[in-house]
């Protein structure tokens, strides 16, 4: 038996050369749907060998790919070849043959293969002797249990999810040493049930890595050794925020700790556990407005402005209105500002919700400092933006652009600081801005905000951009803007409309 497989390209070039009973053999394939990469399985008279190539149209029906069909191909012909060497065919063959051709694979040969792709094969084997049942060529499979023809090796993992009560059952009553009812069983012979429940939250809730989680409760061991931090990419630590319940589980086990008097490196400190894993703590920010109560991470500090600084300084205000703090990361309402008629309300705030990371605090810095350019920080800086402050009216477009940018350089894969982006970054961000058709106003927004990340870069914690991408070029020459600004587009009013205007006010 020799093997081969369609290539419908090659019947169409060599069609014409074939003699006249197959001139067909292109009209042949597309009716009977053959796909390339099909198995066909001839003879030494060059004709069909069935059932195979009626097995191998099936999976070519069923949608197998080509080269698991090759795998399939391969396998079946060496057991063929096997039966036929025994005097069998695949029809006629028995238990006791195949029994024999796994020996012969797996013990026999000179280079015997493996559990793993023996598996492989006998699955293969399984589902020609099912198909060949199920199309009405054999009576029976040859195999009384199919199943127990591989190694018997399970190559993934046979895992069983745990229902949410099963699991709080499992961590209460069988690593707590509670009854069910929740009362605490005298009888329990576990030890340290405290340190049990709050590793298996930590474990579960957390996302630590195992190294991290086999190290957080080490003062239980009750050793003198010197506890240190794992040297891993944070060698300061690293920040391991907790659900509020696994926190509380455990706060319960550090003061069990606390008072049983842990000592570690002869020194009694329980607080060398809450800096060595800073994963015990968790950090909650109530949002009341929202109804809700939601846990993140503590926002970095700013190296200019404190965290309950106004944001609204040197202008007249609104009187018994607050005004928002630097520290707030959610949103600045500017309520304390009067609101102009033809600007809508959601327009006179600041989100921050859309500007995720280290992005956060950066943003609210930008808009601190053109809400505020006389500054005393500012101007300790160095950096001079004038004395006006930026128009409420404008905030959402200086939002916008620095949401475009950043939506950009996330998807160029250029990381979140502008430290990291070359001039040639930059410049390629307003070209693909170009070829999307941007207005020259969008285009002088994304200009500005690129160019303001390298002017304010000695005022931006963690700094800027490191390069103006445009050296000594203007805005509008940056976005191609080439309208004559010196006449004036309004158009004038006809005198049908002022004469009107007039008379009605005479009257």
Known sequence: ??????????????AEGLPEASAGAVSLVDRRVLPDGMPVVLGADMNPVEPLCSWFRHLAYLGRDPETMR?????????????????RDLLSATEGDLVAYRRQRLELRAVPIGPE???RESSTVNGLFAWLRKAGHLTHGPLRMPKAYGSGMFHGMQVRHLALEQYLFFRDVGLGGQRPDGEVDSAFRGGFPHRNRAAAELALMTGMRKREWSTVLLPELFTSAELTRPKDDHPGGELIFAPFDTHRIGGVFAGWLKR???TVGGKQDIRRLRNRTRGVRLMTTADWAHNSVHHAPPAPESKLFRPDEPVLQGRPLRSGIEVPAFG???RWPFDAVRRPANVAPAHWVAIFKLFPGEWNMRIRELLMVVLNPQHPALLDTGVDLGRDPMDLRTMPKFLSGFRTLIAWT???SLGPHPLAWTSSDMHRFLTSKEDADRSPASLRLYAKSVRLLHKLSPALTGGGLPADPWPGRTIRAIAND???TSELTTPNIRPETWFALVVCHER
């Open 1 to 14: 038996m020799d093997l081969y497989f369609v290539k419908r390209p090659l019947v169409e070039r060599y």
């Open 260 to 262: 049983r008097g842990v």
């Open 117 to 119: 792709t023996w598996d």
């Open 482 to 484: 080439t309208r004559d």
């Open 328 to 330: 707030r990361s959610d």
């Open 71 to 87: 795998s399939y191909a391969y396998v079946v012909l060496r057991l063929a070849d096997y039966l036929a060497f025994r005097g």
């Open 410 to 412: 996330t998807q160029e």
